[in-house]
């Protein structure tokens, strides 16, 4: 008999063990019913400003039978509902949150359901993160306008965040004229970063349609959106009005072929052309740069004398050079440039110094070398036919072909702006002009050229040998380095006739500059053994003896410059060094 249950209770059931047989009765045969809710955790992430979350579904059912459920929501936890909240089991009801108003932070809530038919509720844990928005990078225009030249000022934009700060980079395209800082920087609440676009007309010809370039932002830790942006950069380079400073031969001689002329001046562009004044048609006209031209003054303008004004024409807005440059048709040829034989710069040259003559048809057809053909060691004043005379004194004569005639400044000539340079070949006159001065130092180059390596001699101090200064063969650090120079001025007072002296190469003592020159080699100060005439040649070439500092950055184009009586020489003059 089963405690507590009268005879007429069903039994359940009878479960035989070892023989026996024992009698269950129905409250005990039956297990305890279980309500569960699947998933038993439930998440949620929430960016602020965004839709809500959909809604998540949960399992609630019974371990066996059937029943009715009810769900409430644990006090406190508003932002939290469940629907429906009452029904029938088994039942899927619907988990919801509405952060709205909810700040960045992780909230927990849960949701109890209940039944009758079972002895424990279930529980769904609920858990609701909520985000910060992602900042968006905020630009204050897309797009900027230039015109030049003149440059013109540099424009800003205004980078800021819609939140949290953001790091970007700025890229100009193309960098040539473009640019654009900062280029890394981080945005902010409250701090936008201004960026500055600038652009550089100088290397750019002017043209008709604007050049176009971008500014490209590309933001970390933005929108989508906003992470890479560009900004439109349009310049306009318009037409500049050119000017004109040189052209190049100045002169020709009556009846000469077609001549092409080199031009210089400012604000050039592939569409300037050269013209004459007067003359309705361009000449054919080549561009260079923007402060170099040629052009071809046809033969039809050079078969009678004349002075022809040569003006350079930008297209509009730049119009026409308010200045002309004269090009002369002369009966006669005429001495175009007097430079230094060893920089070629002029118009300035001093007493003593070699220099260059150039005009076309100024000299003999064929070339002749200095002579001295009386043997009185002294250059000859007359070669190959032709004599100079620079301000009506006899100079020394180097060198004449056609178009090119090197010559000695004789050093009786007084300084003085414009002095006279006259060419006697034959019966032909060609007049030029230089100005005189004390002193105009330049370096003899190994090409030639005026400009790059110099014409220079190594003395190795370990060795006793001598060597060509090159690439091959640098100047060591504490080595002499030997140069040539000229345009030095007048110094040896001990020689009484120094006008075409050819310098014997017995003669000793030999004299020597004082004070001595001044050499710089990679900007550090060398000191100079000796600067005086060189043997064998005539004065007025002068050779220096410099030892290559210590400390100096060597290379093979390490500068060298000399300075005598507070003039420097060509700046563009290099030897070749090494430790």
Same mark, same amino acid.
């Given at each position: ?42 998440? @949620? ?63 927990? =809530?849960?949701?109890? &359901? ?153 604000? &050039? ?57 004269? @090009? ?40 002749? &070398? ?79 050229? =005026? ?113 005598? =009586? ?14």
């Amino acid at each position: 008999m089963c405690k507590g249950v009268t005879r007429q209770a069903p039994v359940r059931k009878i479960i035989a063990l070892g023989g026996l047989s024992l009698l269950m009765c129905g409250a005990a045969a039956q297990a305890a019913v279980t309500l569960s809710v699947t998933p038993g955790s439930v998440n @949620f992430t929430y960016m602020q400003g965004a839709i809500l979350p959909a809604a998540k579904t949960v399992s609630v059912k019974l371990s066996s039978g059937t029943g009715t459920y009810t769900a409430t929501v644990m006090a406190g936890t508003p932002w939290l509902t469940v629907s429906p909240d009452a029904g029938t089991l088994p039942a899927t009801p619907n988990v919801r949150v509405n952060p709205t108003g909810l700040t960045v932070g992780t909230y927990t =809530g849960q949701v109890i &359901f209940t039944s009758l038919a079972a002895g424990a509720p279930g529980t769904a844990n609920v858990s609701l993160i909520v985000t910060a928005p992602v900042p968006a990078l905020k630009l204050s225009g897309n797009s900027l306008s230039f015109t030049g030249p003149p440059a013109p000022p540099s424009q800003t934009l205004l980078l800021s965040t819609t939140g949290g700060s953001i790091q970007f980079s700025a890229a100009a395209t193309p960098a040539t004229w473009l640019s654009v800082i900062p280029t890394n920087a981080v945005v902010l609440p409250g701090a936008p970063v201004t960026l500055t676009v600038s652009v550089d007309p100088t290397l750019l010809p002017p043209q008709a349609a604007a050049y176009t370039g971008k500014i490209t932002i590309t933001a970390t830790g933005s929108t989508t959106a906003t992470k890479t942006q560009n900004i439109t950069i349009s310049f306009a380079v318009n037409y500049a009005q050119p000017t004109i400073t040189s052209v190049w031969p100045s002169t020709s001689q009556i009846g000469a072929a077609a001549t092409t002329v080199t031009i210089r001046g400012t604000n &050039f562009a592939p569409a300037t052309t050269a013209k004459i004044r007067g003359v309705p048609a361009a000449l054919v006209t080549t561009y260079y740069s923007p402060t170099t031209l040629s052009a071809v003054i046809p033969a039809s303008q050079l078969a009678s004398a004349a002075t022809l004004d040569i003006l350079t024409n930008n297209p509009n807005p730049g119009g026409a050079s308010a200045a002309t440059v004269p @090009f002369i048709v002369s009966a006669v040829p005429t001495v175009d440039a007097a430079v230094s034989a060893a920089s070629y710069v002029g118009p300035s040259v001093a007493t003593g110094e070699l220099i260059t003559l150039f005009g076309a048809g100024i000299g003999p057809a064929i070339p002749a &070398f200095l002579t001295d053909a009386d043997v009185n060691g002294y250059v000859d004043m007359t070669l190959g036919g032709v004599d100079v005379t620079v301000d009506g004194i006899a100079a020394p004569m180097i060198y004449v072909s056609q178009n090119q005639i090197t010559v000695q400044v004789p050093y009786e000539v007084s300084a003085g702006a414009g002095k006279a340079i006259v060419v006697t070949n034959g019966a032909i006159i060609s007049n030029g002009a230089a100005d005189i001065v004390a002193t105009v130092p330049g370096i003899f180059t190994l090409d030639a050229s =005026g400009g790059g390596q110099a014409a220079a001699l190594n003395f190795s101090v370990a060795t006793s040998q001598y060597s060509l200064n090159s690439a091959a063969k640098p100047a060591k650090i504490g080595d002499i380095v030997i140069l040539y120079l000229t345009g030095e001025g007048a110094y040896a007072g001990t020689i009484l006739t120094p006008t075409g002296y050819i310098v014997p190469i017995a003669l000793s003592p030999l004299p020597q500059m004082s004070p001595l020159p001044t050499v710089t080699i990679a900007g550090a100060s060398a000191t100079v053994n000796y600067a005086g005439p060189l043997p064998g040649a005539i004065l007025g070439v002068l050779q220096i003896n410099a030892v290559v500092p210590a400390g100096i950055t060597t290379s093979a184009a390490t500068q060298v410059v000399v300075t005598i =009586g507070g003039i420097a020489t060509q700046a563009n003059v290099t030897i070749s060094t090494k430790p």
